[in-house]
């Protein structure tokens, strides 16, 4: 059976010389891809491959099975991607794309097809806000046992040895909060930002890529303050047009607003802390927990 995909020189560039996770390099993943595609167009009797997608570490070929129209999504193996078959087969579709299909060995997931082309950075920012709150509401369930709790402890380690570059009052602020923010009980997208919700058929939006954690659902509300950049740059008041954004996915999921900034803001406190010094993505990351507080 013939499944060719030319991989895209994107991916292929994000991908060349990273180093292993889970054992797997960047390189040796590419090297694999033409096999694994074979492999997983032969276990689900794929054909008709199109134009694939691709984002930091997955592609995602729309294609066809025996029964419609399907994407196949290959995954460079790495921890935020271990249990993403998991959370989408707990979600069984409900505010999620639906899991038809897994090869957890290979790393393969078998998808309904969505359209890549109309996500939520396409529609009015407001609406898009509040949609990403009403899919935090759909996706909310209690945990998973396989999926541990949030690397609390690797979290403090980082910001009592690092963060140099980070305003020091921010490092202590965060490193207190750590110690008393609940930690949560909850399966929670960790991603959910407007490019991960993709426009579906049996939904009008759908969540897709949930890099899922064991958490409180207002630990979800983050991402999108960092995504969408050049529109909340370009308002008046920054701090007013972040802060409102966590208001509108608050009030739409039916959580707290003070806990989905104290969480926002030590989430970015975290990357920042993470950065080398003179990442150009640090200074987003400190205006953001700035704007937070």
């Known amino acids: 059976m013939s499944f060719e995909v030319d991989v895209p020189a994107g991916l292929r560039a994000t991908m060349t010389g990273r180093a292993p996770s889970d054992g797997t390099s960047g390189d040796d993943w590419l090297r694999a891809l033409p096999r694994l595609l074979a492999a997983a167009a032969w276990r689900w009797t794929l054909s008709d491959p199109k134009a694939p997608r691709y984002g930091e570490c997955a592609l995602v070929v729309p294609c066809t099975s025996p029964s419609g129209p399907v994407a196949l999504k290959l995954t460079w193996p790495h921890p935020e991607a271990r249990f993403e078959h998991l959370a989408l087969r707990a979600w069984n579709g409900r505010g999620a794309v639906r899991l038809l299909a897994a090869d957890t060995s290979d790393h393969a997931l078998l998808l309904e097809q969505l359209d890549p082309d109309r996500s939520l950075d396409d529609i009015d920012l407001l609406e898009a806000c509040e949609t990403v709150g009403l899919l935090l509401r759909q996706l909310d369930q209690p945990a998973l046992p396989q999926i541990g709790p949030l690397p609390l402890a690797a979290w403090q380690d980082l910001l009592d040895r690092g963060g140099e570059h980070v305003p020091r009052r921010f490092v202590t602020r965060a490193t207190t909060l750590l110690r008393d923010l609940p930690v949560g009980d909850r399966l929670v997208h960790s991603d959910l930002h407007f490019a991960n919700v993709l426009a579906g058929q049996r939904a009008s939006w759908l969540a897709i890529d949930p890099k899922p954690?064991?958490?409180?659902?207002?630990?979800?509300?983050?991402?999108?303050?960092?995504?969408?950049?050049?529109?909340?740059?370009?308002?008046y008041s920054l701090r007013s047009h972040l802060r409102l954004r966590v208001g509108l996915v608050a009030e739409a999921a039916g959580v707290d607003e003070d806990e989905a900034m104290t969480w926002s803001f030590v989430r970015c406190v975290i990357n920042a802390a993470e950065c080398e010094p003179g990442d150009p993505a640090l200074s987003r990351w400190i205006t953001i927990a700035k704007a937070m507080t």
């Not at 979800?220 to 740059?233: D, F, I, K, S």
């Open 213 to 235: 954690v064991t958490s409180d659902p207002a630990f979800g509300v983050a991402p999108v303050l960092w995504n969408r950049w050049q529109e909340a740059t370009a308002a």
